[in-house]
């Protein structure tokens, strides 16, 4: 019943920037935590940055001062800032939000390579 949809991904280089987006199908004004995960082949689906309700964000210490998550209510939108691009960055990224139960998105895929 709510959907989320992720887009931006794509092949960069070390050293680059991305800029991922978030469309949610319900207002986001409502949801009490949002936030992107990621997972690489082989290992679990990791936190990357979450924003709660109030706008306050926690970053995992692997992006921190590297990403930046942010949202735009009006739009229904989340976005995720990534700068410094490292190739361990390289996985599916998620898209999440928690309004009674949590929603996640398919995932868009971030590739750094050089």
């Known amino acids: 019943q709510v959907q989320l949809v992720e887009s931006g991904g794509g092949l960069v280089q070390p050293g680059g920037s991305l800029r991922l987006s978030c469309a949610v199908s319900?207002?986001?004004?409502?949801?009490?935590?949002m936030g992107w995960y990621r997972q690489a082949p082989g290992n679990q689906r990791e936190s990357v940055a979450t924003?709660?309700?109030?706008?306050?964000?926690n970053y995992a210490r692997s992006v921190e001062g590297r990403f930046t998550l942010s949202r735009d209510s009006a739009k229904n939108q989340l976005y995720l800032q990534m700068n410094s691009l490292k190739p361990e960055d390289t996985a599916v990224y998620y898209c999440?939000?928690?309004?009674?139960?949590?929603?996640w998105g398919q995932g868009t895929q971030v590739t750094v390579s050089s």
């Open positions: 999440n939000a928690v309004f009674v139960n949590r929603y």
């Open positions: 319900r207002s986001i004004r409502s949801a009490r935590v």
């Open positions: 924003i709660s309700i109030d706008g306050v964000t």
